[in-house]
């Protein structure tokens, strides 16, 4: 393990430069062409066995060991978010509208370098490992579930992965066995009314009126029907019907997503939401067009692996706390991985002081302290080599 830091340490250098690089030149979901060619060509450098076009846009390489023995699987995704970025930093998005403001550039980076370590150490690997360099991880269906059906994890006895965290000081490691991140569920309603002008709504169906209505009533699906021992998030982002101010819309569209953790939690806030809408719209004597659209299912970390992953996170040099955090209701895709084989997804801190301030993922002034990616790939290194040797 020694050998496996001071390896990392000797290419943290390099790890920076292919993150800022990546940086520079961001990709949107399901637009991947340069990023995926970069990461194969990086790879069949190094000679391994390589995949491109994998479920459409994935890159999967496979590092085989000098000795025999089980396969891990390390997964990093590559897309960009739809965001200008306004950071000042000299390595800045040079695609207009386009920004790694969710820190996947640094997770590419971190695993790649990684890569090339675990290669020039591949004669003692008693095993395989496997690269999993994923395409449109923030655009639904993601790319993890057609990557999985073009066979990403054949052979693949364990998964590991993390997610860079810019709200986690620099040297913790964040982690919780279960669920740790929620099935994201997205809908979509139309109002149908009868509009008219605004100074005689008794000739009219008011979409507006109804639509406000239903924003109220909606949230009565968590506040009274979610068992309080159960977690769940209902919310209206988008709500529009606009009009000249003496003008009652004739339709209304709104728009929202709904987190849960239990898939029955799920299935009963989908037919609440169309029932709440149905006698909504009933008593308004309107008619509505109602969408649901699920997303990724809820994270679930098996206990004995993530246990595993947090037991030597602590042995890891530069990390400072091991914490197991509480679960996030953000959106997740490395969730179809766990659904298919065993393995761990864990948060890695990001943040440093020195950087002014703190700004959330999905943020236009995103950052991160580079020094995380090191801690990452020291972690996720660890926890392979000693899964390895444990199951040899």
């Keep these: 393990m020694e050998k496996l830091y001071e390896l990392l340490d000797q290419a943290y250098g390099e790890m920076v430069e292919v993150r800022r690089h990546l940086h520079q030149y961001p990709e949107l979901s399901f637009q991947e062409v340069k990023t995926p ?40 995704d590559f897309d ?10 000299p390595f800045k998005s040079v695609v207009d509208g386009v920004m790694h403001a969710c820190g996947h550039d640094s997770h590419t980076a971190t695993l790649l370098i990684l890569a090339k370590v675990l290669n020039s150490m591949k004669d003692e690997i008693e095993g395989n490992v496997v690269f999993i360099h994923q395409h449109a991880e923030e655009m639904l269906p993601g790319g993890a579930i057609a990557m999985i059906e073009d066979g990403c994890l054949e052979g693949v006895d364990v998964i590991f992965g993390q997610h860079i965290w810019s709200t986690g000081p620099v040297g913790t490691i964040e982690y919780r066995p279960g669920p740790v991140m929620a099935a ?13 002008h605004g100074a005689q709504p008794h000739k009219t169906k008011d979409s507006v009126v109804i639509g406000a209505q239903l924003v109220g009533n909606l949230q009565q699906i968590v506040s009274r029907r979610v068992d309080p021992l159960d977690s769940a998030v209902l919310s209206i982002g988008s709500f529009e019907a606009k009009n000249a101010p ?5 339709t209304a569209k709104l728009s929202g997503t709904v987190r849960t953790f239990k898939e029955s939690t799920r299935a009963e806030v989908e037919q609440e939401i169309e029932r709440i809408i149905k006698g909504t719209c009933l008593a308004g004597d309107v008619e509505y067009e109602f969408e649901y659209i699920k997303g990724y299912p809820a994270t679930v970390n098996p206990k004995e692996e993530m246990e595993f992953v947090a037991k030597l996170a602590e042995t890891v040099p530069g990390v400072t706390a091991v914490n197991e955090c509480e679960p996030q209701m953000g959106g997740e895709d490395f969730a179809y991985y766990l659904q298919h084989v065993k ?12 950087l002014n301030a703190v700004y959330p993922h999905h943020h236009p002034k995103f950052n991160i302290d580079e020094k995380g990616m090191l801690i990452a790939a020291k972690t996720l290194g660890l926890a392979t080599l000693m899964y390895l040797k444990e199951n040899k």
């Design 37 to 76: 060619k970069f990461i194969a060509e990086y790879h069949e450098k190094l000679g391994h066995e390589v995949r491109t076009g994998v479920g459409g846009g994935g890159v999967v390489a496979t590092l085989r060991g000098g000795k025999p023995g089980q396969t891990v699987a390390l997964r990093a």
């Design 184 to 196: 994201a569920d997205f809908f979509h309603v139309k109002i149908q009314g009868r509009g008219g």
């Design 80 to 89: 960009a978010l739809p965001i200008q970025e306004e950071t000042d930093v």
């Design 343 to 354: 393995g761990a997804f864990f948060f890695t801190g990001a943040q440093n002081p020195e």
């Design 246 to 250: 003496n003008v009652i819309a004739d």
